[in-house]
């Protein structure tokens, strides 16, 4: 409903019960699908991709850089860290204060924005940190804001696997519930969609950034439970 991504909120959901390699391993062939749907959906996907090649570039770069953090030692710090700037940034939002950046700084600060993205993306699976409030700031808003991220979120989770396939992590044993996913995955996107289409774009603001509240706290709750238990 939000277009958060598949990875955000199922990476978040699956730590309970396993490591996150092992999560996104799982996750990534649905999470790549359905973003590519989410892609199509939408007439602008020729002006999001004039606007952000930089970051997708950047996105992909930092991924490289970072490659097999995502299994290395201090991978659940990441998603600690994660977490707390995912609930300042709605905390930030919800108080109506916006950042903004200019068109003439667009492609460069994209391109930063997408590096630093992508090294956190190879560490956590997630790609919303700070590649999101960078969408917002440069004004997009509802529906071409979730169009966006479909094709960031594709490209970004595409790098991602080249990542897992080169750390030996993308494995038959993961095809089944990989299967199994990508079909509830579709069907939660066909109800969020429906329920997008009705909501008012003040509603979808607010709900939006309580989402990401509480996914924050959430990653950031269950990884301390982990460490301290």
């Known amino acids: 409903m939000v ?24 996750v990534i062939v649905p999470a790549i699908i359905t973003n590519i749907w989410q892609t199509f959906v939408g007439p602008y996907l020729r002006d999001i991709l ?18 097999g953090a995502l299994t290395g030692p201090h991978a659940r710090y990441g998603t600690i860290v994660l977490g707390a700037l995912l609930v300042i940034y709605a905390v930030i939002g919800l108080n109506k204060f916006q950042f903004r950046v200019a068109p003439q700084n667009e492609k460069w600060v994209g391109g930063v ?15 919303v940190i700070p590649s999101m409030p960078f969408m917002q700031a440069i004004g997009m808003e509802k529906d071409e804001l979730v169009q966006a991220l479909g094709v960031f979120f594709t490209t970004a989770t595409l790098a991602l696997a080249f990542n897992l396939t080169a750390g030996g992590l993308l494995t038959p044993a993961n095809a089944v519930p990989g299967a199994v996913g990508l079909a509830m995955a579709f069907a939660g996107m066909l109800i969020g969609q429906s329920v997008r289409a009705r909501m008012p774009a003040e509603a979808f603001r607010r709900w939006f950034l309580i989402a990401m509240i509480l996914l924050g706290l959430y990653l950031a709750g269950s990884a301390l439970l982990k460490e301290f238990a």
Do not use: K
Request: net charge positive.
């Open 3 to 26: 277009g958060l991504g598949l990875p955000t909120v199922s990476m978040g959901l699956l730590a309970v019960s396993m490591a996150p390699s092992r999560a996104i391993a799982i």
């Open 50 to 67: 004039r606007r952000l090649w930089p970051l997708m570039i950047g996105t992909v770069i930092g991924c490289w850089l970072n490659a």
């Open 113 to 127: 924005v997408g590096v630093v993205t992508g090294v956190i993306s190879a560490s956590t699976g997630v790609q």
